[in-house]
């Protein structure tokens, strides 16, 4: 069945260095995948996504690159700030329309 | 434009109770996903439905759980005879439509945090 794996499942960076977090995926017809950032106690929020048409795609300090011939993709922060400590995670949807979401990344930033 | 909403966002519960859930989509969306997430876990997809309509409930236990999204009103999830191993936060999420390359993105709303005592 469809299911994405993501590494690491924590993570701690020094504030002002880069933290990158990969995921991949199994079903080959998902061609969407969403990276939300998750506060704690709060809703999942998307903070960049990518289809299967592109192989990467920047906004600011985030970029998320996707291979789909090796069926992963990456997520990028440069320049981490304390504010961007929250648990992140990568999703898959494919043509069932729902998503699969990986097991998450607690992201750490140090002072 | 109000985002997605559930309420109740604290739901506690006696084991054998019924737990039911309601959320309203963004205005002009027609598609709504309900998930849940346990303690320092992931999201796992419960259900995906329509108006009127269940598409796909391949994450959905088989027993005690149900959803609907009824023409007029918000979705609900209702749970029988809760046990403590429904507790978990339960969040939906809705799309304008779900495209035939499944990339409409999907919104969440702020959870309903359900605790089973």
């Known amino acids: 069945g469809e299911n994405v794996e993501q590494h690491p499942s924590t993570l701690s960076v020094q504030e002002g260095d880069s933290a990158v977090i990969k995921c991949t995926y199994s079903d080959s017809a998902s061609n969407y995948f969403p990276w939300y950032k998750q506060e704690l106690g709060k809703r999942p929020q998307l903070i960049i996504d990518i289809r299967s048409n592109v192989g990467e795609k920047k906004d600011q300090r985030i970029a998320v690159t996707l291979n789909k011939t090796a069926k992963h993709f990456s997520l990028h922060i440069t320049e981490t700030q304390p504010e961007d400590s929250a648990v992140y995670f990568c999703a898959g949807r494919g043509s069932a329309s729902k998503i699969i979401f990986g097991s998450g990344t607690r992201l750490s930033i140090r002072p | 434009n109000a985002g997605v909403m559930q309420n109740p966002r604290h739901l506690v519960r006696r084991r054998g109770q019924e737990a039911r859930l309601r959320c309203s989509p963004m205005?002009?969306?027609?598609?709504v996903y309900w998930y849940r997430q346990l303690p320092e876990e992931g999201l796992k997809f419960m259900v995906y439905?329509?108006?009127?309509?269940?598409?796909?409930e391949s994450g959905m236990p088989k027993e005690r759980f149900s959803a609907e999204f009824p023409k007029e009103g918000p979705s609900i999830l209702r749970i029988q005879q809760v046990v403590r191993g429904d507790s978990a936060a339960y969040f939906c999420?809705?799309?304008?439509?779900?495209?035939?390359?499944?990339?409409?993105?999907?919104?969440f709303g702020p959870g309903t945090r359900l605790t089973v005592l």
């Open positions: 999420a809705s799309s304008p439509s779900a495209s035939l390359d499944g990339t409409d993105t999907q919104y």
């Open positions: 205005k002009g969306h027609s598609h």
């Open positions: 439905l329509q108006k009127e309509n269940i598409i796909d």
